[in-house]
């Protein structure tokens, strides 16, 4: 195990992407703008970034993604009307996107050319730091603390990057990077290989990568070393695979509710899961859903 590391302060969020399996609802609302409930997704994984003690949350957006920056600022004019109106709790709500002491850093992606690109474009503003990676579309709802905590907490104790995996149905192993893993010990263990979207058969383990990272800086260097693939993206796997060689990786098999929402039947599934748990929709809905299940 390497030394104890520094605190992780800062937070990336790749949103450039076009989000094409929503259309019509996204041709003019980000994918990351879609609610769960009462909540857009990008207001979930920047939530479990703060909850980590991250402080520095740097978007990589394009320029159709102006209503993220408009979510997290504060919008004066719907606070005067509920203030006036004496609508108190509203205020509260509208007021709850961020804490005061948390830094937002806008950075456009320019051509979306892969994750790994995206990544890449938030050097500037990272530095040489370790620093997170959180794809919003993986949303993760936490049993106790949540996902980027528990990497957190290994890096900590590793002072090596860390990626969250977990068990995927081996017909479903070629929608995911999957990662090689030796001495897993209590849900962590050290990467020795990771492939991008193997078929089955050639899958090196039914561990794949969900969408929160925490990376070397060193990353930056080989993102620049890497070569466009067939599609002409930069892939952030193909870089953390020569990271292997140079630096330990660990996998986390953390604990909590992942739910794929970029895909529908994965975002209709959050949302059903989050009304359900809600203390004041969950007792209404649920006599519903019977009925039409019932009824069926």
Known sequence: ??????????????????????????????????PIVDKPLIQYAAEEAVAAGINTLV???????????DHFDTAYELEDRLT????????????????????????????????????????PAVGQAFFAVLLADDLILPDEQGCVAQMLALHQRTGGSVIAVEQVAREHLSRYGVVAVEDMQAGAGRITRIVEKPEPDDAPSDL????????????????????????????LTDAISKLLDEEPVYALQFSGRRYDCGHREGFVHATVDVALNDAELGPRLRPVLRGWLDAS
Not at 59 to 69: D, L, P, V, Y
Not at 102 to 107: E, L
Request: net charge positive; glycine share 8%.
């Open 1 to 34: 195990m390497s030394n104890p590391a520094k605190p992780v302060l800062t937070a990336v969020f790749p949103v450039a992407g076009m989000g094409t399996r929503f259309l019509p609802a996204t041709k003019s609302t980000p994918k990351e703008m879609l």
């Open 59 to 69: 978007f990589i957006t394009n320029r159709a993604k102006h209503s993220i920056s």
């Open 84 to 123: 006036r109106a004496g609508k108190h709790d509203l205020l509260q709500r509208a007021r709850q996107t961020l804490p005061g002491d948390v830094s937002r850093i806008h950075i456009p992606q320019g051509e979306p050319k892969g994750l790994g690109h995206a990544v890449s474009c938030a050097e």
């Open 208 to 235: 794949g990568v969900v969408g929160r990272y925490i990376l070397s800086p060193r990353i930056f260097k080989l993102l620049r070393d890497i070569q466009p693939d067939s599609h002409d993206e930069i892939q």
